[in-house]
């Protein structure tokens, strides 16, 4: 499996489980992912979520294979279901960022509540250079956290950042030694069991309550003209550019 789920004193465990393509992500995974979320949405037993990789990966984003042969058409894609059941998520999740986070792999921990990530860890979000534009609301709340020149670097330019630039930006809580990363993350969750559920729900609904209306609305627009730039000339480019492990050349575009 690809996704490996569990519920273990009270944390049900979300595992991203692909490392022989460095946990890219597939139409299906974002399903199971989805179908997960739900789970735990749903079970009463369930006081947090935890969202984890492999060593040294927590993903490298889509699998850019399956997303030409199955692109998410609209908002009842795989992949926005996903996107819609961590935002709407009102238990705790918490995320062990193992190594690697690329694309969606960084732009999810904005929904997440805690994000520890380890030392070894890499996050950008290379949407431009795919010919793409920015997803899952990343557009709305990166300039938000960083400032729009900051935001500019990681979503033009796709810089990526380290570790301690993501705790200095406010997307990750700590930077840990890699071995540590996920018991630590567990660790956290499990302090919920401890606390009254009804009360951590009603609270992390005041927190993003707000803004989920706005945030849901950006990730529709987003996904318009993600779709659109889909099918454009220059993503043809970067993807064939991909599979032919060349540099793309976008020279003759304007």
């Not at 889909?230 to 060349?246: G, I, N, T, V």
Request: glycine fraction near 6%; proline fraction near 7%.
């Amino acid at each position: 499996m690809s996704i490996k789920t569990a519920v273990v004193n009270g944390v049900a465990t979300i595992e991203i489980a692909r490392p022989e393509k460095k946990n890219a992500l597939t139409q299906a995974m974002y399903e199971a992912m989805a179908h997960a979320l739900g789970q735990a949405q749903a079970d009463g037993s369930v006081r947090a979520v935890l969202i984890t990789g492999q060593p040294g990966i927590f993903t490298s984003g889509n699998d850019i294979e399956d997303f030409m042969q199955r692109p998410p058409q609209d908002i009842d894609s795989p992949v926005f279901r996903f996107m819609q059941a961590l935002v709407g998520c009102d238990k705790p999740v918490v995320a062990a960022v193992t190594g690697a986070a690329i694309g969606i792999g960084t732009t999810l921990l904005l929904h997440c509540d805690f994000v520890y990530v380890s030392d070894e860890a890499r996050l950008a979000m290379p949407f431009v250079s795919l010919g793409l534009v920015p997803e899952f609301a990343s557009s709305l709340l990166v300039p938000e956290l960083m400032g729009a020149r900051r935001a500019a670097e990681k979503l033009l330019l796709g810089d990526p950042f380290t570790p301690e630039q993501a705790v200095e930006c406010g997307i990750a809580n700590a930077v840990l030694p890699a071995a540590e990363v996920v018991n630590h993350a567990r660790r956290v969750a499990e302090r919920f069991n401890a606390l009254p559920p009804g009360a951590v729900r009603d609270s992390k609904r005041l927190i993003h309550g707000p803004r989920r209306e706005r945030i849901m609305q950006v990730i529709a627009e987003e996904a318009t003209v993600f779709g659109q730039r889909l099918r454009s000339p220059e993503a043809m480019e970067a993807f064939q550019a991909f599979f032919q492990k060349r540099q793309p050349d976008f020279s003759q575009f304007s």
